[in-house]
């Protein structure tokens, strides 16, 4: 038996799906026609709202004598400012992915004994992960994507658990805090059975240890050594932070509330979201930004010159240069206008990152990229709100220089994201809302019956 997947386009394949794009393309005037509001947005760029939560909130607007207009960005953690926690826990030198972690699962900043014993928790977690689990599971269908390897080993988690259905709230809870401490190690580990399998890397799979962090443990279980300078654990620690949570409506969130309503089990709603994470419009972003980068150090000779920059950044948005799709990758958010404040803290650590790794250069390009695209855009197109860097445009160059494999990239983003899941996935829980079901209006048209004698 042929045991690979049968991938070829055949002639009638072909055939059949130009006319099934044929029987489903809808002229664009008719949404406008009957006011659907495509992507769940206005025309303007504002979400359609869909429900209420408190765990986030993301803020570009404000109101000046009765009109919005845009503003600075910000982000609010359980009504915290994202600026005000990060620089909280960074300047007394603490890690902040657990505390952080608390606070959008329980409400409220943990006190130290509270933090102890969330740590410890997470901690026991990870070493629950069955070894026969990496065995049978990761090591035994090893992939080239670590998203697919992501959502299979989290479905098939499933399996290992005598509660998998029960979506009473402590048994979702420990569900969440399992694959929140877990999920780490998966990553990684599918990394490593990637690399071996595939390119004949050594395999060496490191335990994790309870003493460190979460964002150390990363690091630890990553590389070969085991070793880490404490500004890489303590950037990567940021990274996670600003990752974990933007909002019920962004698209993997929002999966996370529409598949939690059907009253599913978790790790079918987690394994959704990843689906909807692995997308390039949504986790995949930073990808496309370092690729782009690269591709204008290959072209640009002089990455200072602003002249020879901003002539490739239009070629680019002219669609004459990199991927054609004339789009400056990292620039422009769909909520954010005058700035992202996730984008503005990481670039406050990015300059130490960049000299301690010796890449000085590419950071000031990566500055002058920020710089000029926004002008650039403005020239081309009639803007509604500002545009600015977003925290993709960052993400990927600090995980370039944290040595983290492109292969990861996206599943860093999922990792950090699962706290934000669970916290919504037991907010939709605990307010027993209805299934989440929105309309779609029909335009097609009643049709008689044919036989097929007479078609």
Not at 147 to 168: E, F, G, K, P
């Amino acid at each position: 038996m042929n045991n690979q997947f049968y991938s070829e386009i055949t002639p009638e394949i072909l055939a059949l799906s130009q006319q099934s794009e044929k029987a489903s393309y809808i002229n664009p005037d008719l949404y406008v026609k009957y006011d659907v509001k495509r992507g769940l947005r206005d025309l303007d760029g504002k979400g359609v709202v869909a429900g209420l939560t408190e765990i986030s909130n993301v803020c570009a607007k404000k109101t000046v004598n009765g009109v919005e207009v845009p503003c600075e960005g910000h982000l609010y953690y359980r009504g915290q400012d994202i600026n005000t926690l990060v620089s909280g826990f960074a300047s007394e030198g603490r890690f902040g992915f657990e505390e952080i972690a608390y606070l959008l699962l329980f409400g409220s900043l943990p006190d130290q004994k509270q933090l102890d014993s969330f740590c410890a928790i997470l901690a026991n977690y990870r070493t629950q992960l069955p070894s026969t689990f990496v065995r049978d599971i990761i090591m035994n269908a090893p992939s080239q994507d670590m998203m697919n390897v992501l959502a299979r080993s989290v479905l098939t988690l499933y399996a290992y658990d005598d509660q998998a259905d029960d979506i009473s709230l402590p048994n979702v809870l420990r569900q969440c805090l399992q694959l929140i401490s877990m999920i780490p190690m998966i990553s990684v580990y599918g990394y490593q059975t990637y690399q071996h399998y595939y390119n004949g890397k050594s395999l060496y799979i490191h335990m994790p240890k309870p003493e460190l962090s979460f964002a150390e443990n990363i690091l630890y279980l990553l590389r070969k050594d085991g070793s880490y300078t404490e500004l890489e654990a303590r950037l990567l620690d940021i990274a996670l932070v600003l990752h974990m949570e933007h909002g019920g409506g962004n698209n993997s969130t929002f999966t996370t509330h529409v598949v939690t309503s059907s009253g599913t089990d978790t790790y079918s709603a987690f394994a959704a979201s990843l689906g909807s994470l692995k997308g390039p419009r949504h986790g995949g972003a930073n990808i496309k930004v370092i690729h782009m980068m690269d591709d204008i150090k290959k072209h640009v000779r002089d990455w200072k010159d602003e002249e020879e920059v901003q002539a490739y950044l239009e070629a680019i948005l002219n669609r004459d240069a990199f991927d054609h799709s004339g789009l400056i990758y990292g620039i422009g958010h769909a909520v954010y206008s005058l700035s992202d404040p996730r984008a503005q803290i990481l670039h406050s650590f990015v300059e130490q990152l960049s000299e301690e790794k010796h890449r000085t250069d590419e950071y000031k390009l990566y500055r002058l990229v920020e710089r000029l695209a926004p002008e650039i855009i403005a020239k081309r197109s009639r803007m509604y709100k500002g545009v600015s860097a977003n925290v993709d445009f960052y993400s990927g160059f600090v995980y370039s220089m944290l040595n983290i494999p492109l292969e990861l990239y996206t599943p860093i983003f999922a990792i950090a994201r699962t706290v934000g899941w669970s916290a919504h996935r037991i907010e939709e829980l605990a307010n027993r809302g209805k299934i989440i079901r929105p309309a779609y209006k029909s335009i097609s048209k009643e049709q008689k019956y044919v036989p097929i004698s007479k078609r």
